[in-house]
């Protein structure tokens, strides 16, 4: 044996046995798994042993839906995360500005503004970043990255600054004279991000290594990430190519499964060309299924819906992708063997992707398509029984819960509200969930994210009680969505997602007993060691030191 794990709480995720003690591993796989005795046995001359010393032994965490390169090139944008109102995100610009030494004529760029947190929760406009700074072109995410402000010296890099022209699946925001506001919804936003200066293969590596570093950091030994677009501009052989020479020269530490944000379709017959398919490639890096978006976000008000928001009643939000142009997509993918995974949030866009998904599997049956929605976040109970009948997956994100439920409440109402999250009803019906954080939208930290699955609660105990706490989850749900429920999505359930002999030796070891953790105290919790095919891919100061360790 390689490696010998003992006297540990080890939660396997596996019904057949769902607890042990202790966990042997021979090279990248799980050898045994069961009580001290009887896997000590195993150890041999060379096998190294750690003392767990109550410590919790979990299969690796898998995040079945964020964006990693968004995430590590958000260290090169303002941070805006924190910001009460606009005057503070105009100081964040000029100290960013002032402190990385931007030239004038070069772009300022910032993420994470959330209008829920300003006093007078108005949007930021291009009057406002223009008395930021008017001549150097500025554009800020907001934080669903559904919408972004930018200043008048954007707008006219782009040439929109005075006549706005009409955008498929995307609104320029304009004034009663007709001027744009300098607010740009979803597609729109490409008018302005396509003028980003590109990446090249390099500096994907480096973000790629960086961003490796800080998942294993928090427990995640996969992650399922949707890229190909994140900057503007076709990305695809120039990611795919960076990580595989990475996996090549040893230098990704975890696995990624490439989710594939390919819109038009050209490009996805581009891709299908090329011979891409759901499940290709090797232990580190696979393709992953076609993405796609229909609509926005409910925080921004650009979620489809089926009745106009609150207070707004031409709005119902905005249709990223028609319903033909999403079916013809869906149909070409799923026809060529491609699984399909698309965001939709309000509840006209959740339905009318499983109208997609059904019409698609009646006329191109295929067993066991494991057709997904990433977000799922408002059903009706109607929408639910079909999710249920259809065996489609929601990828859910337990952190929407406590960053939005104020939006929630205000842009739908309290009869629509309790439409939203509901992820207890779907697994009380049987539908499949899986767990992940769409960071940087929200924090990669899986525990985070079980924290708010369990509470329905910010990380200062609001709202008291949870927002529908009827929906809180069980702790062994909220750990099996992260786990299995995410291995299923990429059809690895076989090799991922347990502590399960020869399962791939994919793990992590929590600071203290989780199942006897006040769950307020859930995010407190320290990830102490990461292993990934047998290796430990890192270790916390604490367990470095673990006299344990022999
Ligand atoms: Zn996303």
Redo the contacts with the bound molecule.
Sequence with gaps: MDLIFYNGRVITIDHQQREARAVAIRADQIAAVGGNDQVLALKNDRTKMIDLAGRTLLPGFNDS???LISYASTAEKVDLRHCTSIDQIGSAVKNFIREKGIKSEQWVVGWGWDQALFQDQRLPNRDDLDRVTSGQPLALMRTC?HILSVNSAALKKAGIDRHPCSVEGGNIVTDARGVPTGVLEEKAMVLVMDLFAPLDKDKLKELIRSAAGDFLSAGLTSVQT?DLTALGGDLAPELIDAYRELESTGELPLRVNMQALLPAKDELQSFLARGYRTGQGSGYFKIGPLKLLTDGSIGGRTALVSAPYEGYPENCGIEILSRREVKELVDLAHSCDMQVAV?AIGDAAVSMVLDIYDEAERRYPRSDPRFRV?HASMVSPSILDRFKKQAVIADIQPLFTPSDFILVDRHLGPQRAAWVYRWKDFIQRGIRLAGGS?CP?ENYEPLEGIHAAVTRQDKNGNPPGGWFPDQCLALDEALYIYTMGSACCTYEENIKGSITAGKLADLVVLSEDITTTEPAKIKDIEVDMTIVGGNIAYSSSEMKNNPGEK
Aim: include cysteine; glycine fraction near 0%; charge should be negative.
């Design positions: 839906h964020m964006h990255c949707d965001h990433i769409d939208v």
